[in-house]
């Protein structure tokens, strides 16, 4: 048996897109080159691997056993390529994970593969589980997660994978210097103390899913863990656009630490206040990591934001 390290990479991207015609736009390819290549994928494997009563391409008992192994010996075969190029590798890194820790870390990641010239990293915006299943499948390289989120997984825990320490994310209640409540405040100064009367009669703006795990949270998607009521005037799951309404002094938002400080926004202390902070990890598959992908965890442990 001779298996093409091209015909499986055909077969991966097959099993991952629901058409024939999909695979072919993921691979740059012709329908017709597909099916040729998944046809001889077969007869090297002496069983079919798909189910082609459907209009659909569907993974029979075989395929889906095959599928497993074609993910490992892919992984392995550019592990070694990019480990004997060195700093000469084409990279294509792809990292995973929900849009607010992309943001969070994506100068780090840049200056982490500055030392390869030839690479190139794909951010790809999925929610915690999604990001964690993608590393599963093979889809990207690392996943960027909370404590929580490899918590809530328990004993399904894959023992190759690794876990990266990337800090805490402390969430604060931030306003514009525009708001009324920064009225008086110095230019220089970043923070004002205020007690909990003082900021409930102000307009909040929120997200109503979690910003992490795309969990429907309602008035507590943004993690306020306040017990006394507030007004929430401005509803929006991007958090740009309730970085708009903090700017423009309109709302109050509860966000994150990094973010307040890109956007020189004012944090208001909260007298009495819970705080609530996220402990960021960076995951990857150690037995299929390349030398690249060590160095990154590690460049991302000394300067994770």
């Keep these: 048996m001779n298996m093409s390290l091209a015909d499986l990479r055909v077969f991966c991207s097959a099993a991952r897109q629901p058409t024939l015609g999909a695979a072919a736009l993921e691979l740059h390819l012709t329908p017709s080159a597909v099916s040729k290549a998944l046809r001889r994928l077969e007869g090297d494997m002496g069983a079919p691997l798909f189910d082609r009563s459907g209009k659909q391409l569907l993974l029979n008992d075989s395929g889906r056993l095959l599928l497993e192994r074609a993910r490992t010996l892919l992984a392995l075969a550019e592990q070694a390529r990019l480990d004997v190029m060195g700093e000469r590798g084409a990279i294509d890194g792809r990292i995973a994970g929900p849009a607010l820790l992309l943001w969070r870390h994506a100068d780090t990641l840049a200056a982490a593969l500055d030392a390869y010239p030839q690479a190139s990293v794909r951010l790809q915006p999925a929610f915690e589980d999604a990001a964690l299943a993608a590393l599963a499948r093979g889809d990207c390289h690392a996943a960027l997660v909370t404590q929580d989120a490899i918590a809530q997984r ?8 690794h876990s990266t320490a990337l800090g805490s994310m402390r969430m604060l209640l931030a306003a514009g210097r525009g708001h009324v409540l920064a009225r008086g405040v110095p230019a220089a100064c970043a923070s004002v103390r205020c007690g909990m009367r003082d900021v409930l009669p102000h307009a909040f703006a929120s997200p109503t899913h979690s910003l992490l795990c795309g969990e429907e949270r309602g008035r507590h998607a943004d993690g306020w863990r306040g017990v006394a009521g507030r007004t929430i005037r401005y509803w929006s799951d991007d958090v ?19 973010a307040v400080r890109a956007h020189d926004l004012l944090q208001v202390e909260l007298a009495g206040s819970v705080d609530c902070s996220e402990q960021i990890l960076l995951v990857w598959d150690g037995a299929l990591a390349g030398q ?3 160095a990154l965890a590690r460049q991302l442990s000394i300067h994770p934001n």
């Design 154 to 161: 328990g004993a399904d825990w894959p023992a190759t994978w």
């Design 240 to 258: 740009q656009l309730l970085l708009g309404y903090v700017q423009s002094g309109r709302a109050l938002a509860y966000l994150p630490d990094f």
């Design 292 to 294: 690249w992908l060590h």
